[in-house]
């Protein structure tokens, strides 16, 4: 189950929607091992493209080193699909790297209504979780 | 020679759980042997059976992305540190 703040979780869709039709992409820190996204970090999408994203090598090594220092770690790793659902697509699951994150998928296909949810991806399995709002 | 390695958790089940291990190569190549060496397996996870650095991580020497410093030929000292990530990226 993803817990995620109102507040995150409704800057995590405007993100996408920003971003749109490119995929948005970020991540949200957390006190390591406490499972509480509490920090958000939008990302540049390196790639800039409408099919995939990739964090810029040199932000993320930034990003990881601040991390490190603050005793954090990546709690949700989320971005957008901007034509299909808000699952993860089988290059999403080859490169998941962190086992202990939750995968957050937004999709913006439909201007009206947007889709947010939830996955963990391990050993190249996907199982989707609840997300509760608070 | 020694270099000091900063592992990403997803590869820590090679190094026993050690967030940072220790090995020697003149060249990240090299150094990827004598890692492997050391904890066996872990190169298959770093660089294709075509000889390249794998798309799904990021290697950075002194804070230098490798690829833009010659990849798995950048060459290395003593007391240069390098650091393991997974790439995030997908689609």
Known sequence: MLKIDRAIHDEIVAHARRDHPDEACGLVAGPAGSDRPERLVPMLNAARSPTFYQFDSAEQLRLWREMDDRDEEPVVIYHSHTATEAYPSRTDISYAGEPGAHYVLVSTRDPGRHEFRSFRIVDGIVTEEDVEIC | ?91
């Open chain 2, 1 to 91: 020679m020694a270099i000091e390695i900063r592992i990403p958790t997803i590869l820590r089940s090679y190094t026993g759980g050690a967030k940072s291990v220790q090995a020697s190569g003149e060249t990240l190549s090299a150094l990827i042997d004598n890692l492997d060496a050391q904890h066996s397996g872990i190169k298959a996870r770093l660089v294709t059976d075509a000889g390249a650095l794998h798309r799904f991580v990021n290697v950075y020497v002194n804070d230098e992305d490798v690829r833009f410093t010659g990849s798995l030929d950048t060459a290395l000292k003593d007391g240069d540190s390098v650091t393991i990530l997974p790439a995030v990226a997908g689609g």
